[in-house]
């Protein structure tokens, strides 16, 4: 029995060693690679040619209906020859200049003080009591502490 042991062994280890060895009986990555292309070209050019015709049937039918229009539409009658007409000069239009800058230090080195007249006029009615929205400030302080 040992004896067939080793027979069988190695005569079976030799079968399934030249059962891995196959190479594959398929096609190739390149001829799939040329087989892809050849179909993606063929889909794009149907793709193409059906644009292009329904391009060109929409352009038959548009100039159609524009000479259907132009048969139906009476023609003027001939006028008398109208001078020739000179379009007139294009208007130019400047735009208008941009406002002053009123630059204080310069103002003030002038004698003047326009830039700070309103600032002067704020501080002074602090001074006198006159606040402007100091009312409406005390009216919500006091409905907030109410709870309304």
């Known amino acids: 029995m040992k004896k067939i042991k080793y027979i069988i062994v190695p005569a079976l280890m030799g079968i399934i060693m030249a059962s891995c060895n196959s190479e594959p009986k398929g096609p190739t990555q390149a001829e799939l690679d040329s087989q892809v292309e050849a179909k993606v070209k063929t889909a794009t050019d149907q793709l193409k040619s059906d644009c292009d015709n329904r391009i060109m ?7 159609d209906s ?3 229009l132009a048969n139906k539409a009476p023609k003027p009658a001939p006028s008398a020859p109208t001078k020739a007409h000179t379009p007139a000069p294009a208007k130019v239009v400047t735009p208008p200049p941009p406002p002053v800058k009123v630059d204080t230090k310069k103002d003030k080195m002038n004698g003047g003080n326009a830039a700070h007249e309103q600032n002067t006029q704020d501080k002074k ?12 400030i ?7 502490m109410s709870g309304k």
Not at 138 to 144: F, G, I, P, Q, T
């Open 57 to 63: 049937d929409a352009a038959r039918a548009n100039a």
């Open 66 to 68: 524009i000479m259907a």
């Open 125 to 136: 009615d602090k001074m006198i009591g006159k606040e402007t929205g100091k009312e409406e």
């Open 138 to 144: 005390l009216k919500k302080k006091k409905d907030k």
